[in-house]
């Protein structure tokens, strides 16, 4: 969970907390009203021992009394000036009624947090809006600046009788198979050009030279690994692939789905991100008479 999901979340919560305490509020204060009353009233039901038990909340000049009458949940409440408090401190004393003196009024941090819930949502909500717009600005500003870049790429090897046939990282049963200094995979190669090409990294001779003995016989899924690890230094994803394998023989369509798959593996992507087409070349040149196998491929890369 991100922050921002985790403020919702406890935003979300308070909110409902406080609704939760204001209906509370609502449903106990229709139980026991508290009638306001006037001194004298106040001392007359002190005198009639109506009062049960009372607080007293001081203030600067006055202080408030709330009383809970005797037999019934009902409060009355009065203001006094701080003069009144010891003749009514002691007549409540005589009237052998409870006295609570507090000199802030306890529970006040309730009513004010019940007062200003309204408000503390408000501004909740406000922020919640305001992060909302903020994070849909950005999301727009990236979008802005993302880039769209295209590369091509080629390959060809001769096929010679009595080598594996590997295309996209797949080896297909048939009687010849590509000369190269690596597995001779074209789809692979041609990739890897098209995506080198398309985030500006040069091309599979400068990252993979067939002059070094490294490669000699290398399985080409290693140079799509190693490719895909360059774009992500640089920031850049890959968006699409789509390629065109150019051979007589054999058939490549039905092998497709697990080219697609090798080649989505090593590329780290899902396989929707690559398409496949196979053509022959109608029998001209030397594609066409089953002397290679080509491969044409064009990548597109987003830059952020
Ligand atoms: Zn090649």
């Known amino acids: 969970m991100n922050s921002s999901s985790t403020a919702k979340t406890l935003l979300f919560w308070i909110s409902i907390v406080f609704l939760g305490i204001l209906l509370w509020k609502l449903v106990?204060?229709?139980?026991?009203?508290?009638?306001?009353?006037?001194?004298?009233?106040?001392?007359?039901?002190?005198?009639?021992?109506?009062v049960l038990s009372s607080k007293i909340y001081l203030q600067a000049n006055s202080a408030n009394?709330?009383?809970?009458?005797?037999?019934?949940?009902?409060?009355?409440?009065t203001t006094i000036a701080t003069s009144d408090l010891p003749e009514i401190t002691a007549r409540l004393k005589d009237a052998g009624a409870k006295i609570e003196i507090s000199e802030v009024k306890s529970g006040d941090w309730t009513l004010i947090l019940?007062?200003?819930?309204?408000?503390?949502l408000l501004v909740g909500f406000?922020?919640?809006?305001?992060?909302?717009m903020k994070g849909n600005?950005?999301?727009?500003?990236?979008?802005?600046?993302?880039?769209?870049?295209?590369?091509?790429?080629?390959?060809?090897h001769r096929l010679e009788y009595g080598r594996p046939l590997i295309v996209g990282?797949?080896?297909?049963?048939?009687?010849?198979?590509?000369?190269?200094?690596?597995?001779?995979?074209?789809?692979?190669?041609?990739?890897?050009?098209?995506l080198l090409g398309a985030a500006g990294l040069g091309d599979i001779g400068t990252h993979f030279p067939d002059t070094d003995p490294k490669w000699n016989g290398a399985n080409s899924m290693l140079f799509l690994e190693h490719t895909k690890k360059l774009?992500?230094?640089?920031?850049?994803?890959?968006?699409?692939?789509?390629?065109?394998?150019?051979?007589?023989?054999?058939?490549?369509?039905?092998?497709?789905?697990?080219?697609?798959?090798?080649?989505?593996?090593?590329?780290?992507?899902?396989?929707?991100?690559?398409?496949?087409?196979?053509?022959?070349?109608?029998?001209?040149?030397a594609i066409g008479r089953g002397e290679a196998i080509a491969a044409h491929v064009v990548a597109t890369l987003t830059s952020r």
């Open 126 to 132: 406000c922020l919640f809006l305001m992060r909302q």
């Open 114 to 120: 019940l007062n200003a819930a309204p408000l503390i």
């Open 231 to 285: 774009l992500d230094e640089k920031q850049f994803a890959i968006e699409h692939v789509d390629a065109v394998v150019i051979t007589e023989k054999p058939k490549l369509g039905p092998h497709f789905p697990k080219m697609r798959e090798a080649l989505a593996k090593a590329l780290g992507v899902s396989i929707d991100h690559i398409h496949l087409k196979a053509k022959t070349n109608e029998g001209v040149d």
């Open 137 to 156: 600005a950005k999301r727009a500003l990236v979008l802005q600046a993302a880039t769209a870049r295209t590369g091509i790429g080629y390959d060809l």
């Open 28 to 50: 106990s204060a229709n139980k026991s009203p508290t009638e306001v009353v006037s001194y004298s009233d106040f001392l007359q039901m002190i005198d009639n021992k109506e």
């Open 65 to 77: 009394v709330y009383a809970l009458l005797r037999g019934s949940q009902k409060y009355v409440q």
């Open 169 to 194: 990282g797949i080896e297909l049963p048939f009687d010849k198979g590509p000369v190269g200094h690596s597995d001779g995979d074209v789809l692979a190669h041609a990739l890897c050009d098209a």
